[in-house]
């Protein structure tokens, strides 16, 4: 297939359609309307079915619904309608159901702003609601890997039985790129046998549900979905290294701020500076081992983690490399975005003081 | 030997939890036998609210799913748009339903959702120890209400049904009680029909039963009964409040 020009948004809902997304539930909000607009023209055309939930709450729901009734749904937001989802993404870690949900991160906390931000990575990767569990969390950085990481995430939440989440920002979302949509190797994925589509007796009947009276029970419940989130680390961690072989300083991002980053890797480069970049693309798994092993390598000296937030991942790229390197962060905030010149006048002060 | 009575097929045979007299017990046992005579078992996904109902997922015999608080009836929407041709109901209380649950349970009704739900109205809290509920009623004292309801902090207690009622999705919509073998077969029917209804593919279905919990009320079995039909039902009037052509 040949590339066309789509914005972000867009681009997420047709690549949830050609992944077989048929379900979508949502409540409008800035800066991500236009995949809900994109699913209510298009679902129809396919056979699918989207709704305009009463609220995120009921939008989550309705995600639970579907996805326990073994559909392919999903559903996006931005931060404060997340927020208000996350007692259902609980439900839904507990009862094991498989979904993708969209978070286009504007600027908080509170009503906040409505321009780009990174500040809902604590609560994407950390867990949001209540209890133990985690969402695989994908962080693209450009609409092409959005496209490509949607189907992907879609694979990993039925193979898995698990919540997915897309973190994107406001300027993805918006800006417009070429991208392809690419015929993609179907994963072997497992029977969907566990859900609720009427019971003839022909398998054990079905129950979706995340509540487990006796202790021991959910303790035992619990370390099975661990089991299964030791499998995912091994198995779907994803991060690219860029420029890092002989790099001076490395420095960490992800999504919209690593295109950023990865500017300044040449401006540095003029000033005769080596700069590498570390762009996780899984959130949760967080290539932790890839960190590590570069802080052990002697020409890294220092690293420095840029955000658009006051400093979330930093936390995990600090414990990766586990005190082998000092570890900087520089970010912004509110829906500013770095300056490229800014991020440089921060590597050469991090220099000054670590060379 | 003719079998004269015997448990419906649409139930397990696990051992209800229910305190002695709570008539959750009967409202399952005509849910169940409901489906058994309309022969829809196979095709029917259940869901269960937060509540004392919350095991329901282990009571009746076909496919359930658990919601999350007053979340049954978007659990439920999703269910049936992924499913149209299944039967869906929801099994809710009262303070799933009417307090938390408001906002899910107006726009599944004013959608049109083809499902029936079943609410149990026993004007409390039952599960977390007797709180007040949107239905208590006045002068009705709970745990959180030591001094009964007063209309002036508590507002009033709320009709729901009557209030779904006036949405243009609502199909069927009906108010019953159990408190005594009459009202249960009337109950009985009221539940048939809404479930005929949702098959139809009429709209929004829901039966309101009126319900007893001894256990928090601090009255007999008996007493309850007796105070379900004294102070209940001339509060909340039985009988059909929307029946769509
Ligand atoms: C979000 C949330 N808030 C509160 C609770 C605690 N809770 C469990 S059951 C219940 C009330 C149930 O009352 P009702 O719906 O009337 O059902 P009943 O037990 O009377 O049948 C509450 C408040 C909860 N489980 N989840
Ligand atoms: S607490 Fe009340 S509603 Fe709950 S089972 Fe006991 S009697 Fe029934
Ligand atoms: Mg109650």
Known sequence: MSKVLMKGNEAIAEAAIQAGCRFFFGYPITPQNEIPAYMAKRLPQVGGCFVQAESEVAAINMVYGAAGAGARVMTSSSSPGISLKQEGISYIAGAELPCLIVNIVRGGPGLGGIQPAQSDYFQAVKGGGHGDYHLVVLAPSTIQETVDLVRKGFDIADQYRNPVMILGDGMLGQMMEPVEFKEAKPRRLPPKDWATTGWKGDRPRAVINSLFIDPQVLEDHVNRIYKKYEEIKANETLVECYNCEDAEIIVSAYGTTARIVRSVTEMAARKGIKIGLIRPITLWPFPAETLRSWAQRDHVKAFLTVEMSMGQMVEDVTLSIDGLKPSHFYGRTGGMVPRPADILAEIEKIRGVNL | ?245
């Open chain 2, 1 to 245: 030997m003719a079998k004269v009575f015997q448990k419906p097929e649409s139930l397990t045979d696990k051992p209800m939890h229910y305190c002695p007299g709570c008539t959750h017990g009967i409202v399952h046992r005509l849910v169940a036998e409901t489906m058994d005579e309309l022969n829809i078992r196979q095709d029917t996904i259940g869901i269960a609210p937060v509540g004392c109902a919350v095991f329901a997922y282990d009571y009746f015999n076909c496919d359930m799913q658990e919601a999350a608080h007053g979340r049954a009836p978007a659990v439920a929407t999703g269910i049936k748009r992924v499913h149209p041709d299944k039967v869906v109901f929801t099994y809710q209380g009262d303070g799933d339903l009417a307090s938390i649950g408001a906002a899910e349970i107006v726009h599944a009704a004013n959608r049109g959702e083809k499902i029936t739900t079943i609410f149990i109205n026993n004007a409390i809290y039952g599960m977390t120890g007797g709180q007040m509920a949107p239905t208590t009623l006045l002068d009705q004292v709970t745990v959180t209400s030591p001094y009964g309801r007063k209309a002036e902090t508590e507002g009033y207690p709320i009709r729901m049904s009557e209030m779904l009622a006036a949405l243009e999705g609502a199909a069927y919509i009906e108010r019953v009680s159990v408190h005594d073998i009459k009202h249960i077969m009337q109950a009985k029917k009221a539940i048939k029909r809404a479930f005929e209804y949702q098959i139809a593919g009429k709209g929004f279905t829901l039966v309101e039963v009126l319900s007893t919990c001894p256990t928090n009320w601090g009255m007999t079995p008996a007493e309850s009964l007796e105070w379900v039909k004294n102070h209940m039902i001339p509060y909340y009037p039985l009988g059909v409040k929307k029946e769509a052509k």
